[in-house]
Structures are given as C-alpha cells and as structure tokens.
C-alpha cells in the first residue's frame, strides 16, 4: 500500500497561454556549471544546497555530481535531465515565448527530508520568484 | 510569495505520486537519468516537453501522475516501486 502526503497539494492554477509564457527549470538531477562547486557527494545525508544556472548558459558547460543515478547519459546529453537547449527550440519555435532569467540545480537525495522540504524547497521558490520572471516551472529528477 | 505554476517530469511515477505532484508526466518506460528520453533524441526531447507543459493547460487532477507512452524510445524500463511496509 503506497502512502501518500499528508500534506495539501500546492496547486497553483495557471490560466494563461503557453505561447506567452517564460519558463524555467529546477531540477533534483545534481546538474551546475562546471565552474561552480560540485553538490558535496562525501556527506552521506545529502547536500541541502542548490546552484542556480543562468539563462544564457551553454549547455557545454554544464555537468552532474550526483551519486544516487547513472549519470553517463546526461554527461553526453545533459538535455535529458536539463532540457535548457530543448527550452530554446521551443521558445523558436512560438512554443513558449521566453526562457526564464535564472534555472536551479539541487542534489535530489537527501535522508534531511524536513531541512530540504522547509529550507531548501521555499529557498528555491524563492530565487525562482525574485527576478527569473518565470511565469511557470518545469520540474526534473534524475 | 505568490504560488508559481509547476509541472513534473518524472520516471519514478510511484515514488512521485507519493508527494502527490501538482502535475506531473510520466514518460512510460524511460529509465532513470533519461527524464526527456535519450541523449541527441531532439524530437523526442521536444516532443516530451511540449507534452509536459501543456498539462498546465489541461484540467488535470492535483497529486494525479499522467502517463504517456514514446515509441521512439525504443526499450522501456521497469520504474523503481514503492516498498510496501
């Protein structure tokens, strides 16, 4: 038997047009730039913090540390996980209309599961809210 | 804060829909680390994300993971289960 939340689900309508909308990414994938530190991979309990990914980013200089998945298909392609370039196509092709200013990477394993749902979940609603002009998010896991 | 809109793609659907999703996508057959299909599938890639944000547009069910199935992926994957305790 599969146990589910407790908790109400957070919907928040959307009642727009997609065409007119500026989206971004979050993912749990373990995904940041190659420039930035690596999600701490040593500490058992998880890495609570996230890396934030501008919108201009080349998806060349983006990688995964991640050890809960195989990572080797998002290393030749890290579309699979990040669909940053998949994003462009659809926003050329009047799909969407824009690419939000900032996307997120986190390390979606964590045996904190309070730290990451009270701590780094709103924390990264709230760097989505404050200036990536997101209108709506697209979520990924490994 | 106002509430932003979300949509998950997923390939552990049972894992997933224990947090019960405001929307979420399930690839069917897509093994983990390929949330938008296989590395240089672009189709598929556009295709799987195109499906997922138009359930934002969609009367879909809060908590509800939707299922869809992607031929061209070609062979599928068995999704982690939940444990039953």
């Not at chain 1, 994938?29 to 058992?44: R, T, W, Y």
């Not at chain 2, 405001?22 to 240089?40: Q, T």
């Amino acid at each position: 038997m599969t146990t589910l939340s407790r908790k109400c689900v957070p919907f928040t309508p959307f009642d727009g047009d997609l065409s007119k909308a500026t989206v971004a990414i979050v993912t749990a994938a373990g995904v940041h730039l190659k420039d930035q530190d690596p999600f701490n991979i040593a500490d058992e309990l998880g890495d609570l913090t996230f890396r934030v990914i501008p919108e201009d980013v080349d998806s060349s200089h983006l990688m995964v540390t991640h050890h809960h998945y195989d990572h080797a298909d998002a290393d030749s392609d890290i579309n699979v996980v990040f669909p940053i370039d998949v994003l462009r196509d659809l926003k050329e092709e009047g799909f969407i209309r824009e690419i939000a200013r900032k996307h997120v990477g986190y390390m979606g394993y964590t045996m904190q599961l309070k730290a990451m749902y009270e701590g780094t979940a709103p924390e990264i609603a709230n760097e989505i809210d404050k200036g990536s002009r997101a209108d709506v998010v697209v979520l990924t896991g490994g | 804060m106002r509430g932003v809109p979300t949509v998950l793609i997923t390939v552990s659907p049972e894992v997933s829909a224990q947090m019960r999703p405001p929307r979420a996508l399930y690839p069917k057959g897509f093994k983990i680390g390929n949330s938008l299909g296989r590395p240089g599938m672009r189709d598929l890639q556009r295709t799987v994300l195109r499906d997922a944000l138009t359930l934002l547009t969609q009367n879909t069910r809060p908590g509800e993971v939707v299922t869809r199935e992607y031929a061209e992926y070609g062979e599928q994957y068995e999704p982690p289960r939940v444990k039953s305790k």
